[in-house]
C-alpha cells in the first residue's frame, strides 16, 4: 500500500514525527496508519514505553547488547519485534521519559533514514 501513495523507497523507512499534548490522538493516529498500511493492527504496529529507557544501561534493553556481550544475538526489544515486522508502524510513547543515551540512539536511526 505504501507504493500506491508514493511512500515506498526501497533503502529507507518511512517516518513521520507526531507532536503533541496528551490525549490529542498520537497514539490512535499511528494505530491507524498502521491498520491502513498493513490491514492488521496487531502485526503492524509496535509500541515502545520509552520510560522503561530511564537509565543509561537500558540502551542494550532498547536495541540489543553490543557484539562479544552476552545476550547479543537476541537484540533488544525495538530490534526483536523490527525482525518480526520490519514494515511495521513503531510509536515511541513518552520518548521525553527515556535516558538522553537512548535518545542518541534514536537520532542515530533516524539520521540515517
Same mark, same amino acid.
Given at each position: 500500500?505504501?507504493?500506491?501513495?508514493?511512500?515506498?523507497?526501497?533503502? =529507507? #523507512?518511512?517516518? @513521520?514525527?507526531?507532536? +503533541? /499534548? /496528551? +490525549?490529542? +490522538?498520537?497514539?490512535?493516529?499511528?494505530?491507524?496508519?498502521?491498520?491502513?498500511?498493513?490491514?492488521?493492527?496487531?502485526?503492524?504496529?509496535?509500541?515502545?514505553?520509552? /520510560?522503561? @529507557?530511564?537509565?543509561? =544501561?537500558?540502551?542494550?534493553? @532498547?536495541?540489543?547488547?553490543? #557484539?562479544?556481550?552476552? +545476550? =547479543?544475538?537476541?537484540?533488544?526489544?525495538?530490534?526483536?519485534?523490527?525482525?518480526?515486522? #520490519?514494515?511495521?508502524?513503531?510509536?515511541?510513547?513518552?520518548?521525553?521519559?527515556? =535516558? #538522553?543515551?537512548?535518545?542518541?540512539?534514536?537520532?542515530?536511526? @533516524?539520521?540515517?533514514?
Amino acid at each position: 500500500r505504501r507504493k500506491e501513495n508514493g511512500w515506498y523507497d526501497e533503502e =529507507h #523507512p518511512l517516518v @513521520f514525527l507526531f507532536l +503533541g /499534548s /496528551s +490525549g490529542i +490522538g498520537k497514539t490512535e493516529l499511528a494505530k491507524q496508519t498502521a491498520k491502513y498500511i498493513h490491514k492488521d493492527v496487531k502485526k503492524g504496529f509496535i509500541r515502545l514505553d520509552m /520510560s522503561e @529507557f530511564q537509565e543509561r =544501561h537500558e540502551v542494550a534493553k @532498547f536495541i540489543g547488547s553490543p #557484539p562479544g556481550y552476552v +545476550g =547479543h544475538e537476541e537484540g533488544g526489544q525495538l530490534t526483536k519485534q523490527l525482525r518480526q515486522c #520490519p514494515n511495521a508502524v513503531v510509536l515511541f510513547d513518552e520518548v521525553d521519559k527515556a =535516558h #538522553p543515551d537512548v535518545l542518541t540512539i534514536m537520532l542515530q536511526l @533516524f539520521d540515517e533514514v
